[in-house]
């Protein structure tokens, strides 16, 4: 990973936060290491680097397992026979979207006598492409899963369509902070907004994000 690239990824997030009237502190750099290997982890890691993203359970697993001390993200769609392999070694799954999922997670965690650390994925372009609840689904779903003990859901996700002109996602990251806000409640605080990639995630944290998912902009 050249340092460039994180030195010029660290800017963006500082100036757009800045823009937003927000602390850069407040956005967590999630590098996405599904198309590079173990040398260019320990490079990023070295660069200061301690968040990291994989959507693929079997690609990622010898680098999870030869580096358990950083904190993994799940950021793809998990299948419920997955969770086991994914449960243990990751610090958040991103990617909550369906009941069968949470009860393969309260399961799991039972299991492992852990708890789960999730986001709720919602599909706010409404991309057929993309996983995630619809917007309106979200309320009744958070209900739902309350009633998991060992599910803590830490906030919300999204993933917007690609798009050349990245103001397009604007409306979508914003819907997703706005669902935040109303479904926030004293027992359910959702502080983290997982949305922003390489192209989008300026917009994103305009609008919010807490978290943004960079791969190629780092490892190009």
Not at 70 to 95: A, C, E
């Amino acid at each position: 990973m050249p340092a460039e690239n994180y030195r010029l990824l660290q800017k963006s997030i500082s100036e757009a936060a800045l823009r937003a009237g927000r602390n850069p502190d407040s956005v967590t750099l999630i590098a996405v290491t599904k198309t590079v290997g173990i040398a260019e982890v320990k490079k990023a890691v070295a660069a200061g680097i301690t968040d990291f993203g994989e959507n693929r359970v079997q690609e990622a697993a010898v680098k999870v397992e030869q580096m358990p001390d950083l904190r993994w993200h799940f950021i793809g769609h998990l299948q419920s026979n997955k969770v086991k392999d994914v449960l243990p070694h990751y610090t958040m799954i991103h990617s909550l979207d369906r009941p069968s999922l949470a009860r393969a997670l309260q399961k799991c965690a039972e299991r492992f006598d852990q708890t789960a650390e999730v986001l709720v994925q919602v599909n706010t372009s409404g991309d057929d492409s993309k996983f995630g609840l619809a917007p309106e689904e979200l309320p009744r779903f958070l209900d739902r899963v309350s009633g998991f003990d060992r599910i803590n859901i830490r906030g919300l996700m999204t993933m917007a369509p690609y798009v050349e002109d990245a103001e397009e996602t604007r409306p979508w990251f914003r819907l997703l902070r706005q669902l935040r806000d109303e479904n926030c409640r004293s027992a359910l605080e959702l502080p983290e907004l997982s949305m922003g990639m390489t192209n989008d995630f300026t917009v994103a944290i305009e609008e919010g994000a807490t978290m943004i998912r960079v791969g190629s902009a780092l490892f190009k």
